[in-house]
């Protein structure tokens, strides 16, 4: 199979075809991937979003990978949703410092109704600001994706995380067919679909192949793919999981390019241990956004002028958000 693939977006990726191009030589990868980057997308151009946790900690869900859980000890102390001056400060540093889009999170299983219409609040203040939104609040329902759209979010952001064959061994309070459920709302209230998973977790290749599959033969590819790098965290049960391959996550990056030829892939969580070098191949391989700032949600990202420094010296510009 050529590049001629990246001209039509398939739907129909099998784990046989997916798992020939994890294995090919580096450099056959990324060529491949980098050419179909370059169809669709300037290449020196990477979109930048900032995050901010506006619930934190106290989640009933047992994600193993994740600090907010009520279920592990992991040092963080919860707050409640924030008031909406404190997030639209927040925001409008993020959008002083280069940011194009606000990406709040809360540690919900699933937001009350009562919850929604705060956030909605929150969404119109942050778009009054001239910034794209994002929120990732757990599981919805038809009611809420709709309130949702009606305020005018932009994005909806919800994790596969893993392959459904891992998936009961990272979370057993809720199953991969209830992420795809939410998804589907989302989707069917036409709020853009921003959705990944992460790598480091302890899955195998089959795991990771079937994780992109999953992702690239939903009806509709996800405007944005998120791939992150577990952050391990002390008192998670993940926490000493055995440390991915670099290249391995740079394959990742590559074959989600191919097999999802417009959407932002997100070079997400995980950056503060990357190197430059490494950061500079995802971006060569098909990444085409960053989490921008100095905190994802509870843990720390790079320093806003170590990444600005990265950009200039791979003469890299900031760009704005449109789905190729
Ligand atoms: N509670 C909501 C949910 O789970 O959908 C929204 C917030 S949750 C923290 C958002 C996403 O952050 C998760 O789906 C997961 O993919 C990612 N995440 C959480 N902890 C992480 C970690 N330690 N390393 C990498 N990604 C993580
Ligand atoms: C995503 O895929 N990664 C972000 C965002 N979507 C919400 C979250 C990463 C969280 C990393 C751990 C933390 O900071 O708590
Ligand atoms: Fe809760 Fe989301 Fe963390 Fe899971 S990933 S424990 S649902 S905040």
Redesign the pocket.
């Known amino acids: 199979m050529s590049a001629t693939i990246a001209m039509n977006l398939r739907h129909d990726w099998q784990l046989e075809e997916v798992t020939a191009l994890f294995n090919l030589p580096f450099n056959d990868l990324l060529f491949q991937a980098h050419s179909i980057h370059r169809e669709h997308f300037d290449p020196n151009e990477v979109q930048i979003s900032s995050l901010l946790s506006i619930k934190t900690?106290s989640?009933?869900?047992?994600?193993g990978?994740?600090?907010?859980?009520?279920?592990y000890d992991s040092d963080l102390t919860p707050e409640a949703l924030m008031p909406i001056d404190e997030v639209l400060k927040s925001a409008q540093q993020a959008k002083d410092q280069g940011a194009s889009r606000f990406c709040m999170?809360?540690?919900?299983?699933s937001p009350k109704d009562k919850d929604i219409e705060r956030v909605v609040e929150m969404v119109q203040g942050v778009k009054s600001l001239g910034m794209e939104t994002c929120v990732?609040l757990?599981m919805l329902t038809d009611k809420q994706t709709d309130a949702l759209k009606a305020g005018g979010l932009d994005y909806y952001n919800h994790?596969l995380?893993t392959s459904e064959d891992y998936y009961s061994e990272v979370?057993t309070?809720?199953s991969y067919q209830d992420r795809l459920d939410t998804l589907s709302r989302v989707r069917d209230a036409g709020i853009n679909v921003c959705c990944g998973g992460i790598v480091g977790m302890g899955e195998n290749d089959n795991d990771r192949a079937n994780l992109l599959i999953e992702l690239a033969n939903l009806p509709q590819h996800p405007e944005s793919v998120p791939i992150n790098m577990l952050v391990q965290v002390e008192g998670t049960p993940m926490m000493g999981s055995e440390k991915l391959d670099p290249f391995m996550f740079i394959r990742m990056i590559a074959v989600a390019r191919i097999l999802m030829p417009k959407s932002r892939v997100r070079l997400s969580a995980g950056r503060t241990e990357m190197s430059d070098e490494m950061q500079a191949f995802c971006f060569f391989a098909g990444a085409n956004s960053i989490f921008y700032g100095d905190k994802l949600?509870t843990t720390d990202n790079p320093m806003t002028n170590h990444d600005l420094s990265l950009f200039e010296r791979l003469g890299v510009r900031s760009a704005g958000s449109s789905y190729a």
């Open positions: 900690g989640c009933s869900e047992d994600c990978y994740c600090p907010q859980s009520a279920r999170g809360a540690a919900w299983r990732t757990g994790n995380d979370i309070t809720r949600l």
